[in-house]
């Protein structure tokens, strides 16, 4: 009974609502592991940011594939308001999470550029930008967004400790950074905090399935809610803050001009403007879908951590998608994924048919252990169990 009701809460939360309103995976990081030079990629949506990030990077055309269409009508807003709005407007929409004048702005410029879908429901949710109310910014929408709020309430009104978490976002040495985190940690984990924490419908609210929470906690020494202490130990102690934006517009309700995503940068949005934001194409659509019905070569593929799920759930699915990137993979193409859990061992024992003979996907995979594992350890988001880059090799 109680895997049945976290896959239904999971399943409620993913088929009807926006999740991610901003990408949590590091495009930093993901630059060095892709080595992009007009490569086609495979992208799953998310919330788009990152999309952007890879546009800006060098790559030469991105498919944005998601199941959940609400994941592309957001990034399909974005690209509406690079080629519609200034770079002022546009800092306040997504930089801030706040825009004067939501409805008209939206009605006037953007909506006209929206698919029929992103229309309707950007019609009923624009007044994600009002900036009224308790979810009082844009980052403070959606799944994702409503636990960012529940967190900020937690700490102005239940930890009560609001000026030192201020104090240590804007901490101008390591040395200080290490102390003012030390000073609050205590105060912050608190018992209430750790049995919200564990439950399996506030991971549904991040995107995280019980088969993840299962990683976790069969590869972690203390379960979850010792993994996510370790992880916010690891980026608030170890890793500068001065940068990391992804923590930052959860903890504030925004970006700052000197910490944000590079789309929001005005160079960034610039060049976006200027035509790099033509060579994006959105899909609602599985990736083994998309795969079996587009004959196009790719070159990248960004997988995020979808296949967690689908290893326990959609075995099937998994099998078909894994022989849908053999069949348009590029030659040297490459391939990224993570994993809440600490390894993964479903993906190399799949089998997928080249050229006629069988294969499974390990013997194709030419793993950068020694890359990814460094990589892993700058990433500043650090939430994820594990981060795999691989070469598609000839069969």
Known sequence: MREYLSSAVFRFVHGNHLVYNTCWEDPRIDREALDLDGESML???????????????????????????????????????????????FFDMFGRGVLPNFDSTYRRSLRGHLSPYAQDYWDKHINYFAGKGWRSSFYFRGSSGFFA????????????????????????????????YDELVKEFWTPTLRWFMNRDATMALLGVPRAQRYQVENDYMGGLVKYI???????????PLSDNYFWRVYLTGGYTRDCCPEYLTEDGFDRLK?????????????????????????????????????????????EREWQGIVNRAAPRSRVLFRSGGLKVDYVDPLPVQVRGSRASVGELLDYKTELAA????????????????ADLMAA
């Open 43 to 89: 992208v799953i949506t998310s919330a788009g940011c990152n999309v952007l990030d890879y546009l800006l990077a060098g790559a030469g055309h991105v498919y944005a594939v998601d199941m959940n269409p609400r994941q592309n009508a957001l990034l399909e807003l974005k690209l509406a308001g690079i080629k519609e709005l200034s770079f002022e407007t």
């Open 149 to 180: 709020r529940f967190i900020n309430t937690y700490i102005d009104r239940g930890a009560r400790i609001r000026s030192a978490i201020n104090g240590l976002l804007n901490s101008q040495t390591p040395q200080e950074q290490h102390q003012r």
């Open 229 to 239: 202490e370790d992880c916010i130990e690891a980026v608030f102690r170890h890793l």
């Open 274 to 318: 200027d035509g790099l934001c033509e060579h994006v194409s959105v899909h609602t659509d599985s990736v083994d879908h998309f795969l079996e019905q587009n004959d196009v070569e790719i070159g990248r593929f960004v997988l995020l951590d979808h296949m967690d799920w689908l290893a326990s759930n959609r075995h099937d699915v998994l």
């Open 374 to 389: 460094e990589l892993h350890q700058r990433d500043r988001v650090h939430t994820y169990g594990s981060f795999y880059v």
